[in-house]
């Protein structure tokens, strides 16, 4: 059963991480490439962890794993925002078409 859920919590990681990559690859804009890989890969990499720590809590569950999850989720978005501050100061303009 153990096996099931790491092989579960691996295909979804890699499936946002795959969906992170494809959209850093194809959407026109700063703004929006800076969206796609925070989000997505985010909960790629939260997925990855998640195998990750259901495989050690099979031996001896070791905080190691934890630490890294809660690290990644909260750095990712604080370096986003900071990116998309830096792309505001220095006039980036988007391709979206706003309504």
């Known amino acids: 059963m153990l ?12 499936f946002f991480i795959l969906v992170g ?12 490439r800076l969206h796609a890989p925070t989000k997505a890969s985010t909960l790629g990499v939260g ?3 998640l195998a990750s720590m259901a495989y050690a809590f099979n031996d001896a569950f070791l905080i190691h794993e934890f630490i890294i999850t809660i690290f990644v989720f909260l750095t990712a978005p604080v370096s986003a925002h900071l990116l998309a501050q830096a792309a505001l100061r220095l006039k980036l303009k988007s391709k979206a078409k706003l309504p």
């Open 47 to 49: 997925g990855v962890l």
């Open 3 to 14: 096996e099931i859920v790491i092989s579960f919590f691996l295909l979804v990681g890699a």
């Open 21 to 32: 990559a494809i959209g850093l690859a194809r959407l026109p804009d700063f703004f929006m």
